[in-house]
């Protein structure tokens, strides 16, 4: 068997803290389900390649069905809620991803697969346990973003890479965590390239 040309060299496994997507001058809805746990939520998993270019869209004719992941819908409203207004059940936002950038893995991941892979990252990757158990609580203070970077990777084996955002009044504050996983999203690895940061040194890290 040959085997299949890769299209991407590994993976960015996106999480968002909610509270940062919610405080800002946009704000947000909460999910027809009803308001997500005070944790990360999966944003997604996305290809990327080495020189920091990303695939996206590769796959019109293969589109999400909600019927390939039936299994893991209830475990997806509760890990990867969606908090985009207005007010959704998770749907359309697991479709923009799967189709986005789920659709440039085919050749390693069927759209089942996809799910529960970046579901099982998540397992594996308890951000907030390793924030809390260092000291760092969501509590609108302002942490060290080394410090956070320093937990997470003593934690998670692997350094991860900080977004920020800005709340209503202008603050900077930890928004998403990007952590790099193999092709195969069997396990973080170091990342052969990070996004360009707009952190300060200084970040809030709100409540939700
Ligand atoms: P933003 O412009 O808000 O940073 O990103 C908008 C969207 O572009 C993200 O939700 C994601 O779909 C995609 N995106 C942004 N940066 C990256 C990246 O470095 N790699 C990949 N694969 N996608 C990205
Ligand atoms: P991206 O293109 O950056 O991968 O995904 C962002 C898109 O998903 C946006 O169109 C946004 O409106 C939608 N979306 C729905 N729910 C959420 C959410 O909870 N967080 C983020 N970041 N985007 C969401
Ligand atoms: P998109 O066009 O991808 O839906 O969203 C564009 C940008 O606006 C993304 O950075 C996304 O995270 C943000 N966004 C979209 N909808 C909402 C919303 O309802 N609330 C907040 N806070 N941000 C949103």
């Known amino acids: 068997q040959l ?3 890769q299209d ?3 993976f960015y496994f996106v999480q968002q803290w909610p509270g940062s997507y919610c405080d800002t001058q946009q704000s947000c809805c909460y999910p027809t389900t009803g308001k997500p746990d005070p944790d990360f939520g999966i944003h997604g ?4 390649n080495n020189d920091g270019s990303y695939p996206s869209n590769c796959d019109s004719s293969n589109p999400f069905q909600q019927s390939q992941v039936s299994d893991l819908i209830s475990t997806m ?4 809620p969606t908090l985009a207004c207005p007010s959704g059940n998770g749907i359309q936002f697991w479709s923009h991803e799967w189709d986005k950038h ?3 893995s085919e050749s390693t991941l069927n759209q089942h697969d996809y799910f529960a892979a970046a579901l099982n990252l998540k397992q594996k ?3 907030l346990q390793a924030l809390t158990s260092a000291g760092i609580n969501p509590d609108g203070g302002s942490y060290s973003l080394s410090s956070i970077k320093s937990a997470i990777s003593g934690s998670i084996g692997s350094t991860p890479f900080i977004e920020c955002n ?5 603050n900077s504050q930890l928004y998403q965590v990007y952590l790099c996983v193999d092709t195969n999203a069997s396990g973080f690895i170091d990342c052969p390239v990070f996004p360009h940061s707009k952190c300060g040194s200084n970040i809030e890290f709100p409540s939700f």
Do not use: H, I, V, Y
Not at 45 to 48: E, I, K, Q, S
Not at 77 to 80: L, S
């Open 3 to 5: 085997c299949a040309s």
């Open 8 to 10: 991407f060299d590994f």
């Open 45 to 48: 998993l996305w290809p990327n």
């Open 77 to 80: 409203q509760k890990e990867w």
């Open 102 to 104: 789920g659709t440039c």
């Open 125 to 127: 990757a308890d951000l």
């Open 166 to 170: 800005s709340d209503s009044s202008g």
